[in-house]
């Protein structure tokens, strides 16, 4: 027996046998089992099998296995300790132990283990993460502002907008009040904080990742690293990387040399960046004399300014107002301003109507001004981003006919002051040039761009009077006319009478037209000349009054105002619809009533006027959305009304253009004498020509023209539309 034992312990130390006589081993069980088993002996398949290629990770792991071995071997110890600890927190589930629902809490040792494992991972990744972020060498592309150009539509420069003027404004010569009201809207603990704020990151991500919005929540120092550093992406991931650069940057920029940039750098709007740019855009003076008061509303802006700039709308306003006055409070609370002296800012500092954007006073600053607006507009470029700059805009603009159309009113005004110098005074013009494709050619827009900043070429301001009788005209010619309630429309030709005497009484289906005061309506023509029976084709040449008031009530006042609109009018430029919209109460822009004649020119189809043919930015193609042209009226309705309004300038006009000229045109005066028109179009080009007298410093109340337009009334609309368009033919 003890020999026995002996021979298996000696068995037991033998060392172990070799792959053959292990695969021996192996069968001879399996003819064993098999046999036990009733089933037949199968080969030994695993000894023909070829060895599969050990994995990717086997081969890492006996690279790292020799490096890393004097490691493991030094803290084999320290795991050793750490294991009967570590299996303790092993989570087991379901808990042994525990019935019900019990059985899946896990212990306060898992929890704790779990709670501190997150927070030690985190900071791990934390801290690469900070390690790994560098602060970018360069700027973005503000920091190195383009102007924008403007080019005449044959390709030459025309303008040149820096909007970015920046003047960098060291911090020392920024006074305390601007600087804490800043401080006071965005950041109050910047001087005391990291550079972030733990708080602010998490309702940012909570809005971003738990309700699919983004929320704001940044320092000063977070946003100076968005705006210099970053993109203005909401996403997780730039919000990430805004944070790490921010607690890097906090940690080798001094906290006054963050603020300096900051307020050299941000946006406020208006095209300005930077605090200096913004006083001067918004109160016309240097940072350094602002007040707190004029602080605060800047410093609203930093919210937003295109919520909060209030000469844009009365919501603006209000919202300005309410945030003024927090920030001004909210100064006092952090001690930065004396209840007293808040005491004294009452009122809220209205900054300027308009800023200073443009500043040779030439004629170019209107064009750009609508060339500007056009392309925000079409190209869906923010205020912002056009205001970064880069953008060549090529423009309509024609280089002759602008000069030529500048120098015509240039011309009527100085010949006002001379003949009226006090009537003068109060005298506006306005005119535009119009393809019948839409393309505005020229505008005159005012004297001084920086006296005047509204463009009178686009001012919707007089009543367009009986230069608009051509769209009634139309609108019978399309339409037809009904004189009995629920007839059927009778159909009207240029060779259609009508009563053309003076002051006959304007009639409905049902008898005469009463106003609101109980009087009957009558139309009067020009001179209270009676005509007589008269067609429509000879009334239009001849601007009888009369017959076109009657003609638009029997075509229908919505039809008359739904064919002029079509035309190009503008909804917002109609009144009340009654009898006096077919002598032209309706108050079109002079751009909106050259539009309307190119239509006609254009054998009806109207193009939207536009001012800008392309768009690029650093030579890369914006996509622009171009008006196409569309159908106002049938060819033949618009070939009659052209035809009509040959006669009507060849009656009138009728040596100033050779007999093969195809010009077209009507003036229109109205009968209180507030406006003077001339509307023409030859060779495909439509002008308008208004001028009228407003005092600006009193009311927008159209003032009597008592000669400023010339004798006969529609002379000088006349010699500016002449001149313009010239040579006929």
């Known amino acids: 027996m003890q020999l026995k034992v002996d021979s298996l312990r000696a068995d037991a130390k033998a060392p172990p ?17 098999a046999s036990k088993s009733g089933m037949p002996d199968l080969p030994a398949r695993s000894a023909r099998r070829r060895k599969a290629p050990p994995s990717v990770l086997v081969r ?35 808990r042994p132990g525990r019935t019900g629902w019990r059985r899946w809490i896990p212990s306060w040792r898992q929890s704790l283990g779990a709670v501190l494992s997150s927070l030690g991972l985190t900071s791990l990744l934390l801290t690469i993460a900070y390690a790994a972020t560098d602060i970018p060498d360069n700027l973005n592309t503000y920091a190195t ?35 804490w009201a800043v401080l006071a809207a965005e950041n109050a603990s910047f001087y005391s904080d990291p550079g972030i704020s733990v708080s602010g990151i998490g309702r940012a991500l ?40 921010a607690l890097k940057l906090d940690n080798k920029m001094s906290k006054d040399k963050i603020l300096e940039n900051y307020l050299n750098t941000s946006w406020f709007g208006r095209g300005t960046y930077g605090i200096q740019r913004a006083a001067q855009a918004y109160y016309g003076k240097d940072v350094r004399q602002l007040n707190a008061s004029e602080a605060a509303f800047l410093a ?5 300014a295109g919520l909060y700039d209030p000469v844009l709308s009365q919501e603006n306003h ?23 002296e808040r005491a004294t800012y009452k009122s809220f500092p209205e900054p300027l109507k308009q800023s ?6 030439k004629q170019s600053d209107y064009l750009v001004e609508l060339a500007t607006q056009y392309a925000k507009k079409t190209a869906h470029i923010s205020d912002k981003e056009f205001d970064l700059g880069g953008y060549q805009i090529y423009t309509t603009f024609d280089r002759t006919r602008e000069a030529e159309l500048t120098a015509a009113v240039t011309k009527a005004r100085k010949e006002a002051k001379r003949n009226s110098p006090a009537r003068a005074k109060t005298a506006h013009y306005g005119a535009a040039s119009v393809t019948a494709d839409g393309r505005i050619l020229a505008i005159y827009g005012g004297p001084d761009h920086r006296i005047q900043g509204f463009n009178e070429s686009n001012a919707t301001t007089v009543p367009a009077g009986t230069a608009f009788v051509p769209f009634v005209y139309a609108a019978a010619l399309e339409h037809g006319v009904t004189k009995t309630r629920d007839g059927i429309a009778a159909p009207v030709t240029p060779d259609t009478v009508y009563n053309g005497d003076n002051a006959i009484a304007v009639t409905t289906p049902e008898g005469p037209y009463w106003d609101r005061s109980g009087k009957q309506v009558k139309a009067r023509n020009d001179g209270e000349k009676d005509w007589g029976q008269i067609s429509l084709r000879t009334a239009l040449a001849q601007s009888v009054n009369t017959t076109f008031m009657q003609l638009g009530m029997d075509t229908g006042l919505p039809n008359v105002r739904k064919t002029a609109e079509a035309a190009g009018f503008l909804p917002s430029s109609f009144g009340r619809q009654v009898p006096e919209l077919s002598l032209g109460s309706a108050t079109p822009s002079a751009l909106r009533m050259a539009t309307g004649y190119a239509t006609f020119d254009a054998d009806g189809k109207h193009t939207e006027p536009y001012s800008v043919n392309r768009i690029t930015r650093n030579g890369s193609k914006v996509a622009l959305d171009r008006p196409q042209p569309r159908t106002a009226m049938s060819g033949e309705t618009a070939r009659a009304v052209t035809e009509g309004l040959t006669e009507s300038y060849r009656l009138a006009h009728d040596t100033d253009a050779p007999g093969t000229a195809t010009v077209a045109g009507k003036a229109g005066t109205t009968q209180d004498d507030t406006a003077a028109w001339y509307v023409g179009t030859n060779k495909s080009v439509s002008t308008a020509v208004v001028v009228y007298r407003i005092d600006l410093t009193k009311s ?5 023209l008592k000669g400023v337009a010339g004798p006969n009334a529609t002379d000088v609309p006349y010699d500016i539309w002449f001149r313009a368009m010239s040579p006929l033919g």
Do not use: C
């Open 300 to 304: 609203s802006l930093l919210k937003g």
């Open 145 to 179: 502002q383009q102007d924008n150009v403007f080019f005449w539509s044959d390709g030459t420069p025309m303008a040149r907008t820096g909007w970015v003027q920046r003047q960098e404004m060291p911090l020392k010569d920024i006074p305390d009040d601007v600087r």
């Open 60 to 94: 890492i792991a006996a690279v790292l296995r020799p490096l890393l071995a004097p490691a493991a071997a030094r803290l084999a110890p320290l795991v050793e300790g750490v294991t009967p600890y570590a299996r303790k927190l092993r989570p087991l589930y379901p």
């Open 700 to 704: 927008l109340e159209p003032l009597p």
């Open 206 to 245: 909570w809005r971003t990742v738990g309700e699919g919005d983004t929320q704001g929540g940044s320092t000063i120092t977070q946003q100076y690293v968005k705006n210099v550093y970053l993109s203005q992406d909401r996403s997780v991931g730039r919000k990430f990387t805004e944070a790490m650069i």
């Open 17 to 33: 046998p070799a792959d053959e006589t292990m695969q021996l081993k192996v069968d001879s069980l399996r003819a064993e089992h």
């Open 318 to 340: 209000d919202r300005a107002v309410e945030r003024w006055e927090w920030i001004l409070d909210r100064m006092v609370d952090l001690g930065k301003l004396s209840p007293t």
């Open 356 to 361: 200073r954007t443009y500043d040779t006073g």
